[in-house]
């Protein structure tokens, strides 16, 4: 018997018809309403082989400089005109919001208004890959007008603007687009933005090389700290399986990035990853690196270990990219199997990455009006995995890596870093076959 939860929202774009799941032939992103479209287009320079990007000598196509903080005013800007054109349920800016008195700072927030108009669904939590489902909502279905722009690599490794380009359908342009995610276009914070890889290629949502390091790219080109992004793996909470990632604006830190780490190991290329200490949720920190794609690679090569071991997952890129934090989750598991307690799930708070980044996004005024450090970590402890599972799940990472670059990436863990001593190829194989599933059917 599949594990189900009742009533997870699905989306609706201000262009869909909740009663239909055919193509909405109103200006979408689909084959009906493509030919001849266009949108803005920002072009980035990558990064070469051996060296960080740099923001400087931007160049537009009409060879003016842009400013290191363009892409920064580009997406407020675009944003903010959405707004007026009143493609959102709500007013995001008019939330009450607070800081929760406490040692971590966790910061709530009282949005009613995602709330409202849900439509009951049923989502499996026990499969963290599922094939795409073209009669489900995806984001080919929404409007042109609540596409941003295209996001794209430039073709001659210069950054370039346009304000009017045409939509490449052959090859399947990414996109920024207000949060159509998880109700009518309802925007968890300022600024709130989904960046979807390859649009029209339907991708499930799963994480690839390609499309995380799109959206680390993102990150540093947008270059402002109070601006993150997150993913959520299915089975943590992403409700669309159409490849995407949020972000958006929250001008306070999340408690997460002030919390300590310990330093695990530093791999070949320079990434480091480390424990998260002191926090309700476990996971691990990834930073440095020789290279933006040393650091890319190292963090997707985590998160296809995890897909493939079927683990749900959340994913934060902060710091503008040069900090990444990942947490292995079963709260859907536990919800699922009846083991979270009543208590918790009237909240209706479920714990993806923004909860548990440790911004809490309450329903109820009630909960808003008695949010507190014990409440917040409460519910988030109810999130995380065990010690020892992580343990199981951090050998699985490792491995993973390893494999990945011929047994040459993760350098030896010693025994003051660990406490205690590293587990050879054949311990790590034997861990592996013995693990079950880590969300079993009942």
């Given at each position: 018997?599949?594990l189900?939860?009742?009533r997870?929202p699905?989306v609706?774009?201000?262009?869909q018809k909740?009663d239909?799941d055919?193509?909405c032939g109103?200006?979408?992103?689909r084959?009906?309403?493509?030919?001849?479209a266009?949108?803005?287009?920002y072009?980035?320079k990558?990064?070469?082989?051996?060296?960080?990007?740099e923001?400087?000598?931007?160049?537009?196509?009409?060879?003016?400089?842009?400013?290191?903080?363009f892409?920064?005013?580009?997406?407020?800007g675009?944003?903010?005109?959405?707004m007026?054109?009143?493609?959102f349920?709500?007013?995001?800016t008019?939330?009450?919001?607070?800081?929760?008195?406490?040692?971590y700072?966790f910061?709530?927030q009282?949005?009613e208004?995602?709330?409202l108009?849900k439509?009951p669904?049923e989502?499996?939590?026990?499969?963290?890959?599922q094939?795409f489902?073209e009669?489900k909502?995806n984001?080919?279905?929404v409007g042109?007008?609540?596409?941003?722009?295209q996001f794209e690599?430039?073709?001659?490794?210069e950054?370039?603007?346009?304000?009017?380009?045409?939509?490449?359908?052959d090859n399947?342009?990414?996109?920024?687009?207000?949060?159509?995610?998880?109700?009518?276009?309802s925007?968890?914070?300022?600024?709130?933005?989904l960046l979807?890889p390859?649009?029209?290629e339907?991708l499930?949502q799963r994480?690839?090389?390609?499309?995380?390091?799109l959206?680390?790219y993102?990150?540093?080109?947008?270059?402002?700290?109070?601006f993150r992004?997150?993913?959520?793996?299915l089975g943590?909470f992403?409700?669309i399986n159409?490849?995407?990632?949020?972000?958006?604006?929250?001008?306070t830190?999340?408690p997460?990035e002030?919390?300590?780490s310990?330093?695990i190991?530093?791999?070949?290329?320079?990434?480091e990853?480390s424990?998260?200490l002191?926090?309700?949720v476990?996971g691990f920190?990834f930073?440095g690196g020789?290279?933006m794609?040393?650091l890319?690679?190292?963090?997707s090569?985590?998160?296809?270990?995890?897909?493939?071991n079927?683990?749900?997952h959340?994913?934060?890129?902060?710091d503008?990219g040069?900090r990444i934090?990942l947490f292995?989750?079963?709260?859907a598991?536990?919800?699922?199997?009846g083991?979270v307690s009543?208590?918790l799930?009237?909240?209706q708070?479920?714990p993806a990455v923004?909860?548990?980044?440790g911004?809490?996004v309450?329903?109820?005024?009630?909960d808003?009006e008695?949010?507190?450090?014990?409440?917040?970590?409460?519910l988030?402890?109810?999130?995380?995995?065990?010690e020892?599972?992580?343990e199981?799940?951090k050998?699985?990472?490792?491995?993973?890596?390893?494999?990945?670059v011929?047994?040459?990436v993760?350098?030896?863990?010693t025994p003051?870093?660990s406490?205690s001593s590293?587990k050879?190829?054949?311990?790590?194989?034997?861990l592996?076959?013995?693990?079950p599933a880590m969300?079993?059917?009942v």
């Amino acid at each position: 018997m599949m594990l189900r939860i009742k009533r997870v929202p699905t989306v609706v774009s201000n262009y869909q018809k909740e009663d239909s799941d055919e193509g909405c032939g109103r200006n979408c992103l689909r084959s009906c309403c493509l030919p001849g479209a266009k949108l803005p287009l920002y072009a980035f320079k990558k990064e070469s082989s051996n060296v960080v990007v740099e923001k400087n000598s931007l160049a537009i196509d009409e060879k003016k400089v842009l400013q290191p903080d363009f892409l920064d005013s580009l997406l407020i800007g675009e944003w903010e005109d959405r707004m007026q054109r009143g493609l959102f349920r709500y007013d995001v800016t008019a939330c009450e919001t607070k800081v929760i008195p406490g040692k971590y700072g966790f910061v709530a927030q009282l949005n009613e208004g995602r709330h409202l108009k849900k439509r009951p669904t049923e989502f499996r939590v026990d499969k963290v890959l599922q094939p795409f489902d073209e009669s489900k909502f995806n984001f080919t279905k929404v409007g042109q007008e609540e596409v941003l722009f295209q996001f794209e690599a430039s073709e001659d490794n210069e950054v370039h603007f346009s304000p009017n380009a045409p939509i490449d359908a052959d090859n399947s342009p990414s996109v920024v687009a207000i949060n159509i995610c998880l109700f009518h276009v309802s925007p968890i914070e300022y600024g709130h933005v989904l960046l979807i890889p390859r649009i029209l290629e339907c991708l499930p949502q799963r994480i690839d090389r390609q499309s995380f390091m799109l959206a680390l790219y993102m990150a540093v080109e947008v270059g402002n700290p109070f601006f993150r992004l997150g993913y959520n793996s299915l089975g943590a909470f992403a409700t669309i399986n159409h490849l995407h990632f949020q972000a958006y604006y929250l001008e306070t830190p999340f408690p997460i990035e002030k919390v300590s780490s310990k330093k695990i190991t530093t791999t070949n290329g320079g990434v480091e990853i480390s424990n998260i200490l002191n926090y309700p949720v476990r996971g691990f920190v990834f930073e440095g690196g020789k290279t933006m794609e040393e650091l890319s690679n190292v963090v997707s090569d985590a998160c296809i270990c995890l897909q493939e071991n079927n683990i749900p997952h959340n994913v934060l890129i902060a710091d503008c990219g040069k900090r990444i934090f990942l947490f292995p989750q079963c709260y859907a598991e536990k919800q699922a199997l009846g083991e979270v307690s009543s208590e918790l799930l009237d909240t209706q708070v479920n714990p993806a990455v923004w909860e548990i980044s440790g911004h809490m996004v309450l329903k109820r005024k009630l909960d808003y009006e008695e949010a507190s450090e014990e409440n917040a970590w409460r519910l988030l402890a109810e999130v995380s995995l065990s010690e020892e599972r992580l343990e199981e799940v951090k050998e699985f990472i490792f491995e993973a890596i390893c494999l990945e670059v011929k047994d040459e990436v993760v350098s030896p863990i010693t025994p003051d870093e660990s406490g205690s001593s590293p587990k050879s190829r054949e311990d790590v194989d034997a861990l592996k076959a013995l693990q079950p599933a880590m969300v079993q059917p009942v």
